[in-house]
């Protein structure tokens, strides 16, 4: 009960450390339920800890100048790695993780930056591990990577000269809040339709 308390008190004081020049915005409800999520457990973080939380400087009717324009840049948001490091320490006793090895997690984004995520407040960032596997492949943190490209592309597919990420773009735009519920909800189901090569939105 005591360490439990500790790591809140920790959590609680990275969130102040943490300061108020970013806006946060609304936490996105999952597009599926996180019942109804495809893939195991593991690969997701818990909402009731990390629901995942947009930055509300970006919205779809600024995505021209902000995310999907070439001269915007996510190092121009994106925490110090002191912030995310003291973090994921905290988050990975939080979670209840037996592997407190960090070097294993990446301090991830749950909506990425690149699609209009929050920057700093850990209700949007999760130790996700590099190596969780299913049926014998790797999907972690990498593999939702690729998911983030695509949805970028997506939300930036009918901008004019507009900054798409690498990666396969989908055959039709996708709007910001349609991207951030995927990435909030069900990212792996976006994924095997991927690697299918079908669009993961209807």
């Not at 500790?6 to 339920?33: S, T, Y």
């Not at 591990?129 to 998911?147: F, L, W």
């Not at 055959?171 to 909030?184: D, K, N, R, Y």
Request: hydrophobic share 30%.
């Amino acid at each position: 009960m005591k360490r439990l308390r500790f790591v809140v008190a920790v959590v609680n004081g990275l969130v102040f450390l943490a300061g108020c020049h970013v806006r946060p915005g609304p936490v996105v409800p999952p597009q599926d339920p996180v019942t109804k999520r495809f893939g195991p457990p593991e690969i997701y973080p818990r909402a009731e800890l990390s629901p995942g939380l947009t930055n509300s400087d970006i919205t779809q009717d600024n995505i021209a100048n902000t995310i999907c324009n070439k001269h915007w840049k996510t190092s121009s948001i994106r925490p110090p790695a002191s912030y995310t490091t003291s973090l994921k320490v905290a988050q990975i006793a939080q979670y209840g993780f037996t592997d407190t090895d960090t070097g294993h997690y990446e301090e991830d984004h749950i909506i990425s930056l690149e699609n209009g995520g929050h920057p700093r407040d850990p209700k949007n960032l999760y130790p996700e591990a590099y190596n969780t596997e299913i049926d014998g492949e790797r999907v972690g943190a990498h593999e939702k990577d690729k998911v983030e490209n695509y949805l970028h592309n997506g939300i930036c597919l009918d901008v004019p000269d507009a900054k798409f990420s690498p990666g396969p773009k989908p055959s039709h735009p996708i709007t910001l809040q349609h991207a951030q519920q995927i990435l909030a909800g069900d990212w792996y189901k976006c994924y095997l339709h991927m690697k299918q090569g079908q669009d993961c939105l209807p």
